[in-house]
Nanobody, 125 residues
Framework: QVQLVDSGGGLVQTGGSLRLSCAAS????????MGWFRQAPGKEREFVAV????????NYADSVKGRFTISRDNFKRTVYLQMTSLKPEDTAVYYC??????????????????WGQGTQVTVSS
């Protein structure tokens, strides 16, 4: 099993920045990719960004390209999401996720093996 603990959410004004963190523990050797999803009230959970452990390849949702940056610290088994130029539409609960497959992370969210508990991000206008 793998445990994910995500943190770093909060309240920020439009145009501000936040950095989310997700620490993985347990059988982390089984993980190939980690990333972030978000869910706004009344909406489905949506993909935000993903990074692969072996080579650091990344993929982003179009809505966050150029504003969000995902990175990893292999030694700490931690993934970060640096969010800049935040907009009110970025308001959501952000969930860390991990899986054995990069493809699952980007196109089959319902099949993702591990999830964090979520952290609230609120962007005020």
């Amino acid at each position: 099993q793998v445990q994910l603990v995500d943190s770093g959410g909060g309240l920020v004004q439009t145009g501000g920045s936040l950095r989310l963190s997700c620490a993985a523990s347990g059988r982390t050797f089984s993980i190939y990719a980690m990333g972030w999803f978000r869910q706004a009230p009344g909406k489905e959970r949506e993909f935000v960004a993903v990074i692969s452990w072996p080579n650091g390849n990344t993929n982003y949702a179009d809505s966050v390209k150029g504003r969000f940056t995902i990175s990893r610290d292999n030694f700490k088994r931690t993934v970060y999401l640096q969010m800049t130029s935040l907009k009110p539409e970025d308001t959501a609960v952000y969930y860390c996720a991990a899986d054995l497959s990069m493809q699952t992370m980007t196109s089959a969210a319902r099949a993702i093996a591990y999830w964090g508990q979520g952290t609230q991000v609120t962007v005020s206008s």
